[in-house]
């Protein structure tokens, strides 16, 4: 809560900087990568005593155990570190008043939770599969109906949750979508989100990479849509709570890259499901609230490729009996192609960074 500090600035004028959304944003980055790099050793080790350790199956994939078989045993469940570090650096820099703030950690953790649950049957209880997916998916879709019914009673968050915002357009493509409609497209970037970081966790430090990236083009989206000049000038919706989204968003881009400390080739931890499923559904929750949820296909772009390379292989597979890539996702199937775990991991790293740096060029282009 050192949010507020500030109001203890006529003791102390230099506090008055804890007013300002930038200062904190900063500080609650820092906070969360200190935290992540402090606590990971400890936190490796627990999860190393605890037996939680990465199980790599080789009748699933033997082409792919030659290159991975090696990390079986790694500790996993790792994103409980980002959770952790996330939400205490949000609680501490960020206003705790802020309504957008809580419906953000909340997805982080329940989405979590979910990730946590099925990395526990896959790890502990040896469960392979882990959750079935159907399981997984009316979980993750029952908490997004439950946030969507949330938004839509919320005064702040009302009016926004009914209208379809696309980039290049001033003004709503569509200005109320219903109720129905509504929670439908909730639940589609919600759950979309969450799975897109799933898919594309599979390398060291190719997911909380990506994630980076796409957080700090958030935390900027975040600003401006909080600030009203800016607002005006971009031509982009003003959502009052986006400035303090702006602070929870650098907490995570400092977590992801306190995690990454750790989670860079050779990875002394895997996220799991815990990490992957949380961060997916804070970033889908993020952009909903500042209405630039469909700018998202564009900033996760390579979340996006990697999902969609999942659906082709699938359905090319079921309707023609002939696979389209190697392998899916698409990361594997340049494993395939030779390409070594640290080209692969970088190279979509680049991607992350154009499609990041495109995403932010539509704030203007309207």
């Known amino acids: 809560m050192l ?79 980002i959770i952790g570090s996330m939400t205490l650096s949000t609680l501490l820099w960020a206003d705790p008043g802020n309504v957008a703030v809580w419906l953000v950690i909340s997805t982080l953790v329940v989405m979590g939770g979910i990730g946590f649950v099925d990395d526990y049957l896959k790890v502990v209880r040896k469960q392979s599969k882990g959750l079935s997916a159907r399981g997984k998916f009316a979980m993750q879709s029952g908490w997004a109906l439950l946030v969507g019914a949330l938004m839509l009673m919320i005064p702040e968050t009302r009016e926004g949750a009914r209208q379809l915002m696309v980039p290049f357009l001033k003004e709503p493509l569509i200005a109320d979508m219903g109720v129905i409609g509504s929670l439908f497209f909730i639940g589609l970037v919600l759950v979309g989100a969450s799975n897109a970081v799933n898919l594309t966790d599979g390398l060291d430090g190719l997911a ?4 980076s990236s796409v957080a700090i083009t958030y935390l900027v989206m975040a600003y401006a849509a909080g600030h009203q000049v800016f607002a005006r000038y971009l031509h982009i919706p003003y959502v009052p709570s986006g400035g303090e989204l702006a602070v929870l968003c650098g907490c995570l881009a400092g977590a992801c890259l306190g995690f990454l400390w750790y989670n860079c ?87 992350s960074i154009i499609c990041a740096l495109l995403g932010l060029l539509t704030l203007k282009m309207r």
């Open 3 to 81: 949010y507020y500090l500030y109001l203890l600035e006529e003791y102390w004028s230099a506090l008055r900087v804890f007013r300002y959304i930038t200062v904190r944003a900063v500080l609650g980055a820092g906070t969360a990568f200190l935290l992540c790099v402090c606590l990971g050793p400890w936190v490796i080790e627990q999860l190393r005593r605890l037996k939680v350790g990465q199980y790599v199956r080789k009748d699933e994939a033997p082409p792919l155990y030659q290159y991975h078989g090696q990390k079986a045993g790694t500790p996993t469940m790792g994103g409980l570190l």
């Open 208 to 211: 909380i990479g990506c994630s």
């Open 265 to 351: 080739h050779p990875a002394r931890v895997f996220m799991g499901d815990t990490g992957s499923l949380a961060l997916g559904g804070a970033i889908g929750m993020i952009a909903l609230l500042i209405k630039q949820e469909v700018v998202l296909v564009l900033v996760g772009g390579v979340f996006v490729i990697e999902a969609v390379s999942v659906i082709l292989q699938v359905a090319s597979f079921k309707l023609r009996g002939k696979r389209i890539f190697a392998m899916a996702p698409l990361h594997h199937h340049f494993e395939m192609k030779k390409w070594s775990e640290t080209q692969v991991t970088i190279r979509f790293w680049i991607l």
